[in-house]
Structures are given as structure tokens and as C-alpha cells.
């Protein structure tokens, strides 16, 4: 990807986290160029038609040898969106300049722009990942959807409030939302060849990686994006106790031995609220929903990985 007289496209996002929209285009012009690269780069536009958005990227990224989405996790997901719908054959890396910069992490990347870009362009290791689909909503995603309390708290902290908190807006909407988790709430999910559960609930993940640092989740540590499986986990809301051990399982890995949570590995799985619950696909509010059907793409999209890749989801060799 980076002898010379290869070409690298440079999505950046010029709003995302708190570095000026300069420091940002000088540090990926610099790193690409230092490995003799050239660097097409167009930025994104707030006011500018999706559709229209991304066939200019994929028409761009079609002569180009990767394409790095610089800016926070919604870039990288737009990207992604602009790969597979287009048909792109072309590896897509993260450069995480955005507030929580979870798909840099959870694809073992540092969390240093800087670093990040190193190692991609010097590694060059791009693997084939598993992407998540909702039919009805005709959305992709890469690392999670969840519906309910964690949706909620996605909902709660905008970006105003992420370039001035960080991360621990993400908390502030938690407590403010803490109540809503105890609602009276059943959650159902039906996977592959009638598995499923149904219990009393107001939050479920659907993960497609397991280790969400920057949350404290370890949705189960083994979770490999590449198995052509999703693993959904409820936290029931019975009481406190509930709340407080269905915490603790998730920040250990152990939702699987947790009388507080419900597991259900399948590649497909539909979702059913008794009541609508808010939706986030990979930390973006997909509004109020009663019901949603989510399918796993099997290895659809290649993405450029860090050195830790393998420990974060290590149960298979690499692709």
C-alpha cells in the first residue's frame, strides 16, 4: 500500500474532537507523505447530501490503494458505508481524532493519531471484518448496536458537550438517564434456528467486537469481528442488584455467567421492545423503535489493523 507511487485517500473530518482542522491535515499529509505515498484529501461537509457524499468518495477511493477516515467513529462508519455500497475492494483505516475513538481501539490501534497512522501505513495489515446490517433502517455498523439505556445516553451527550467533556460527557448522560433504566420493560430477541430469550429489560447491546475500553465494557473478551456472528446481551432491571452485578459482568467479561444478564450468539438477530426504545448504531441515535432486525455481512469490509488486533480479539489465526 505505501511503495512509492501509491496514492492513500484522506477522509477527515475537520469538526471531530478538539485539534484544529489545519493540525489534523498536517499530520496525515506528513505521515502519508513520509512513506513516500501521495495523499488525496477531501473533507467532509455537515450540510452535503449523504448519497452524493459517499459516491464521490467511492469514486475517488476506486483509483487509490487505501482509504483512511479521519475523525471519529461516525467518519470511519461513513466510510465504510461509501466502501461496501459502491462495491470497493479497498482497505479502509481509522485515524482517531474523535472524542471516544472506539473502533481505533477496538481494532487494536492507539489512540494517538499520530501512532495510529504509523502503524498503518508501516504495517499494512488489513483483515476482513464482519459488518453489521439493519434492513429497515438500510444502516450499517461496525462495532455495536444497542437499544434502550445505552442508547440513551448516546442520545444525551452531543457533540457541544463532547469537545468540552470528553469522554465523561458519556457519564453525565448516564446519571441523568440513570433512572429510565429501572422502567417497567421487556426485551425479546429471536437468532438463527429459534434461540433467543425474552426478560424484563431497557438495555441490550448487540456487539460485533467485544472490548470497549474507553466504556468499560467486555462484552464477552473472545468476541472475534471475523465469525460471522453478533453477541447480544440484555442487562435485566429487577433492582439495584441487578444493575449493579450486570455492571460487573460486563466490565470483567463474564455476561455469560451472570444471573443478570441474558446472552445470544447467532449471526442474525430481531429485536422486540414491548414498548419503543431509543436505537444507536456505533454511537449514532437512530431514533425510537419498536422493533429491529439486524444481519451480520460476514467478513464484508477490509480494515487496516494495529499491532494489537490479535489480542483484542484473538480466537482465530489472522485472515
Given at each position: ?10 477522509v ?6 478538539t485539534?484544529?482542522?489545519?493540525d ?6 506528513n505521515?502519508?507523505?513520509?512513506v ?5 484529501l ?25 482509504i483512511?477516515?479521519?475523525g471519529?467513529?461516525?467518519t ?15 482497505p ?5 481524532f ?12 492507539p ?9 498503518m ?16 433502517l ?5 462495532l455495536?448496536?444497542?437499544?434502550g439505556?445505552?442508547a ?14 470528553g ?23 429471536r ?10 429489560s ?6 460485533n467486537v467485544?472490548s ?34 450486570a455492571?460487573?459482568a ?5 455476561e455469560?455467567d ?26 449514532e441515535?437512530?431514533?425510537r ?13 477490509r ?11 484473538p ?5
Open positions: 500500500m505505501t511503495r512509492p507511487g501509491r496514492s492513500v485517500l484522506v477527515l473530518n475537520p469538526v471531530s474532537g485539534r484544529s482542522a489545519e489534523k491535515r498536517s499530520l496525515v499529509r505521515a502519508v507523505g513520509e513516500g505515498a501521495s495523499c488525496h477531501v473533507e467532509t461537509e455537515p450540510d452535503a447530501d449523504p448519497e452524493t457524499e459517499r459516491a464521490h468518495w467511492a469514486e475517488a477511493g476506486a483509483r487509490c490503494d487505501a483512511l477516515a479521519a471519529g467513529d461516525g470511519l462508519l461513513a466510510v465504510v458505508e461509501a466502501v461496501l455500497r459502491h462495491g470497493l475492494d479497498v479502509v483505516g481509522h485515524v482517531p474523535g472524542t471516544a475513538n472506539v473502533a481505533a481501539r477496538s481494532f487494536g490501534l489512540a494517538d493519531p499520530a501512532d495510529a497512522l504509523a502503524q501505513l508501516d504495517r499494512r495489515d488489513a483483515r476482513a471484518i464482519d459488518v453489521g446490517y439493519a434492513p429497515s438500510d444502516r450499517h455498523f461496525l455495536m448496536a444497542a437499544a439505556f445505552p440513551e445516553i448516546v442520545r444525551d451527550a452531543p457533540r457541544e458537550a463532547k469537545d468540552r467533556l469522554p465523561l460527557a458519556y457519564a453525565w448522560a448516564g446519571v441523568r438517564n440513570l433512572g429510565h433504566f429501572f422502567r417497567r420493560q421487556h426485551i425479546a430477541a437468532g438463527d434456528h429459534g434461540t433467543g430469550f425474552r426478560v424484563p431497557t438495555a441490550v447491546f448487540v456487539a467485544g470497549i475500553r474507553e466504556f468499560g465494557l467486555e462484552i464477552g473478551r473472545l468476541i472475534d469481528p471475523r465469525d460471522g456472528k453478533f453477541t447480544t446481551v440484555a442487562l435485566r432491571n429487577r433492582s439495584v442488584g441487578d444493575l449493579v452485578a455492571s460487573g460486563l466490565a470483567t467479561g463474564s455469560k451472570s444471573a443478570a444478564t441474558e446472552v445470544l450468539e447467532s449471526a442474525n438477530v430481531e429485536l422486540v421492545f414491548s414498548r419503543a426504545l431509543e436505537v444507536q448504531l456505533d454511537g441515535s437512530v431514533g423503535h419498536r422493533r429491529l432486525a439486524l444481519e451480520t455481512k460476514a467478513r464484508a469490509c480494515l487496516l489493523v494495529g499491532e494489537e488486533f490479535d489480542e483484542v480479539a480466537t482465530q489465526d489472522a485472515a
